[in-house]
Structure formats: structure tokens, C-alpha cells
């Protein structure tokens, strides 16, 4: 069945970057687009960008704009998400989902697991 | 741009009904038949519910469905079951230049 698993909790330092793989399975991963969704200890989730698979193009969201880089390796199905600059509040669970298609309307059917990052001195 | 407003918290009893509402703009909920909702048990990723504000992805139960009336979209779950205690969030297109918004969240609690 169609799965998304993502890499291990990260710990790491202000100012530092921490970079967050997806890895896709039993589904073709250049039809589905992929989101990233961060969500800060006890809040609410936070959309952060989106990749079209297929041909590689990007949208971020304006908060994190300029901090933010989204890739892909269709090779090896996988998508990445790199934050830099981090501080204190980037500390969150990351969340990779699959698009139900490339359209920036279409929902998120399968989610990966989530990777912590913590970000601390 | 904000989130999406939920209310923090509503409760019901087994075999109740409870409506999760979910208030935006007319550049989010009120534009657009693209409201999506999530259902995300402690420590779990997100599950969707409910997309296109009123359809249902295979497996989900018909206990769950979606709704619009202006800016507000909504959720009821009839027939209220132990295991519908999560957090659900609600999400929708807003635009363009902002393409993706959340809710801030909901917390059910089955009484």
C-alpha cells in the first residue's frame, strides 16, 4: 500500500539547518504532489510548502519564505525538505504528505510519520 | 495570514452528534469548495476526513460529513464513538499567494 516514511528526529543547534527526507512506496511518485506540515509542541499544524513530483516546481509559504527548500530525487522517490536559520521556535514535528494530485486544491491522503526536530543550544 | 477559526474545544456522548465549525474569508473557506478536514490522534499523524468540503475518502465511516454556508465550514459526526476523541483541523485553499491555510484546531472529547 502507498506509504511515506520519513527520516529520524534531529537535534540541533540556533543558526544550524536540518534537512528531512520522505521517502514514497507502492504508488507512482511523480503523479502526487508532496506537502510539508510542521507542528510546533501542543499547537496547530502549519502548512509550509509543496512540491510537484513531476517536474520539480515549488510553492513556500510566505512565513518561510527565503528558509525554506523543498527537492525531490524521483530516482529514489523521495522528497526533501530543508529549513535553515533555525531558532528555538522551528522546534516542531515535521510532516511530509502526499498530495491527491498536483493541484495546490487537492487534499493530503497519506501522511508520513513524523520527524521531531529540536532545536537548542 | 491567520488560521482558520475552530473552536478549542466541544465534547459529546456515545451516540450523540457534535458540528465542529471552521469560520475564514471569502479568500479561504467562503471562495473556494476546497475545505479539507483532519483527524489527529495524540502522538499520530494526521488522518483525512473529509475533502472538497463534503466528500469522503474510502474507509472513512458515513458517520463523518462535511458542510459550507458562507465563510463557515462544518463537521458533524453523528453517532459519537470512543475512538472519535482526537484533535480535528480543518484546512482550505486560500488563493493564489497563500495557497494552503489550517485551522487552529479542535479537541473532541467523547464524555
Known amino acids: 500500500q502507498a506509504q511515506l516514511v520519513q527520516s529520524g528526529a534531529e537535534v540541533k543547534k540556533p543558526g544550524a539547518s536540518v534537512k528531512v527526507s520522505c521517502k514514497a512506496s507502492g504508488y507512482t511518485f511523480t503523479i502526487y504532489a508532496i506537502h510539508w506540515v510542521r507542528q510546533a509542541p501542543g499547537q496547530r499544524l502549519e502548512w509550509m510548502g509543496w512540491i510537484n513530483t513531476g517536474n520539480g516546481n515549488t510553492k513556500y509559504s510566505q512565513k518561510f519564505q527565503g528558509r525554506v527548500t523543498i527537492t525531490r530525487d524521483t530516482s529514489a522517490s523521495t522528497a526533501y525538505m530543508e529549513l535553515s536559520s533555525l531558532r528555538s521556535e522551528d522546534t516542531a514535528v515535521y510532516y511530509c504528505a502526499r498530495s491527491t494530485g498536483v493541484r495546490p486544491t487537492d487534499a493530503f491522503d497519506i501522511w508520513g510519520q513524523g520527524t521531531m526536530a529540536t532545536v537548542s543550544s | 495570514q491567520s488560521a482558520l477559526t475552530q473552536p478549542r474545544s466541544v465534547s459529546g456522548s456515545p451516540g450523540q452528534s457534535v458540528t465542529i465549525s471552521c469560520t475564514g474569508t471569502?479568500?479561504?473557506?467562503?471562495?473556494?469548495?476546497?475545505v479539507s478536514w483532519y483527524q489527529q490522534h495524540p502522538g499520530k499523524a494526521p488522518k483525512l476526513m473529509i475533502y472538497?468540503?463534503?466528500k469522503r475518502p474510502s474507509g472513512v465511516p458515513d458517520r463523518f460529513s462535511g458542510s459550507k454556508s458562507g465563510n463557515t465550514a462544518s463537521l458533524t459526526i453523528s453517532g459519537l464513538q470512543a475512538e472519535d476523541e482526537a484533535d480535528y483541523y480543518c484546512?482550505?485553499?486560500?488563493?493564489?499567494?497563500?495557497?494552503?491555510?489550517f485551522g487552529g484546531g479542535t479537541k473532541l472529547t467523547v464524555l
Open positions: 471569502s479568500s479561504d473557506v467562503g471562495g473556494y469548495n476546497y
Open positions: 484546512c482550505s485553499y486560500a488563493g493564489s499567494y497563500t495557497w494552503v491555510i
Open positions: 472538497d468540503v463534503t
